[in-house]
């Protein structure tokens, strides 16, 4: 069966699309690149890694705790979000009663839904205080792992369970 006349000028519109996503990336990144290159020259590559911490005012640039927070929280929200949403999608795939499956799967599609700055905004507003009342600082590694669980947690119990 050949692709029809649409189907070919839709591929080449796609191909196009991503052509110019791919420049985009491209011209952004130069873009960073070019604007950091000062700066980079200035202080150097180990000391921006290796100062004692981040003051750009005070000409300490230290990448690596943001690095490290970084990568912990996406391993914390990882390990948390895998296993709920995993038995999350089998419990509804299989155990749940269909009433009770359909109504779930909405409530988890309604929560994939939410935009990621409303969420961080709530994590924000909402549980970095909490958490800050309970054991300070708020603004911690737990309320990360917490905010970005509770974002990912919708895509991975969406997955669809196959036989």
Not at 108 to 134: C, D, M, Q, R, T
Request: hydrophobic fraction near 55%.
């Amino acid at each position: 069966m050949s692709p029809s006349q649409s189907d070919i000028v839709l591929l080449w519109i796609l191909r196009l699309l991503a052509l110019i996503t791919s420049i985009i990336v491209v011209l952004i990144t130069g873009f960073l690149l070019l604007e950091a290159l000062p700066i980079l020259r200035q202080v150097g590559w180990l000391r921006f890694v290796s100062d004692r911490s981040w003051h750009p005012v005070e000409g300490l640039y230290n990448l690596m705790p943001m690095l490290w927070g970084s990568l912990l929280v996406t391993l914390g929200s990882v390990l948390l979000a895998a296993p709920l949403g995993i038995g999350s999608a089998i419990f509804c795939q299989y155990y749940a009663p269909p009433l009770v499956g359909g109504f779930y799967r909405q409530l988890i599609e309604l929560l994939a839904g939410i935009p990621s700055v409303v969420y961080g905004f709530w994590g924000l507003v909402v549980l970095v205080p909490l958490i800050g009342k309970l054991q300070p600082p708020g603004a911690s590694l737990l309320a990360g792992i917490a905010i970005l669980t509770l974002m990912i947690l919708p895509t991975i119990a969406l997955g669809r369970v196959t036989n």
